[in-house]
T-cell receptor, first 118, second 110 residues
């Protein structure tokens, strides 16, 4: 089944304790992206990646890091989480062929990771 | 600046009522437009998309949207809503970078 898998789905942590949210897709998509969803703010893009080893900042990248060493994986790293990073996080992937999102392919979203930072 | 504006944050309708959710965008690149839906407790799913061609786009579950270039709009419509349409709806625009609106919560009364 074509899907985007995120882990963990739920996590409660404390300020300053490094954590990683993994994201993996099995559709050979070149494009991957992380969003956070907050009430009243909709989805805001954190980082995106057009291909392996190519990453770019979205609208709210502060406090986050990403890496794209393999096509299928795009982990989101919070080096020193703070309470304002409490949110629902979604990973998404899209695009096939030689140019990701050449026609703004449909995004496939993961099920979401609810993160609480105390 | 690139942005997507959804006019209605919360809409309440009775079953069989007609629906129109507004979406306006500001985007400097190639305009590709989307509506996504998020049912309660679920992740986002594509409702419909516009890349080019006929500005009236039909999607799943009886939804449609019309791209009006002169108004920078991409409003979502459905002639007769059902209780199962209760969800949050997001308009999005983009090419390499996809920007989402803040969403509209739709609540259908049975």
């Amino acid at each position: 089944e074509a899907q985007v898998t995120q882990n963990p789905r739920y996590l409660i942590t404390v300020t300053g304790k490094k954590l990683t949210v993994t994201c993996s897709q099995n559709m050979n998509h070149e494009y991957m992206s992380w969003y956070r969803q907050d009430p009243g703010l909709g989805l805001r893009q954190i980082y995106y990646s057009m291909n392996v080893e190519v990453t770019d900042k979205g609208d709210v990248p502060e406090g986050y890091k990403v890496s794209r060493k393999e096509k299928r994986n795009f982990p989101l790293i919070l080096e020193s989480p703070s309470p304002n990073q409490t949110s629902l996080y979604f990973c998404a992937s899209g695009g096939e062929g030689t140019r990701a999102l050449s026609r703004a392919n449909v995004l496939t979203f993961g099920a979401g990771s609810r993160l609480t930072v105390l | 600046a690139q942005s997507v504006s959804q006019h209605n944050h919360h809409v309440i309708l009775s079953e069989a009522a007609s629906l129109e959710l507004g979406c306006n965008y500001s985007y400097g690149g190639t305009v590709n437009l989307f509506w996504y839906v998020q049912y309660p407790g679920q992740h986002l799913q594509l409702l419909l998309k516009y890349f080019s061609g006929d500005p009236l786009v039909k999607g799943i579950k009886g939804f449609e949207a019309e791209f009006i270039k002169s108004k920078f709009s991409f409003n979502l419509r459905k002639p007769s809503v059902q209780w199962s349409d209760t969800a949050e709806y997001f308009c999005a625009v983009g090419d390499d970078k996809i920007i989402f609106g803040k969403g509209t919560r739709l609540h259908i009364l049975p």
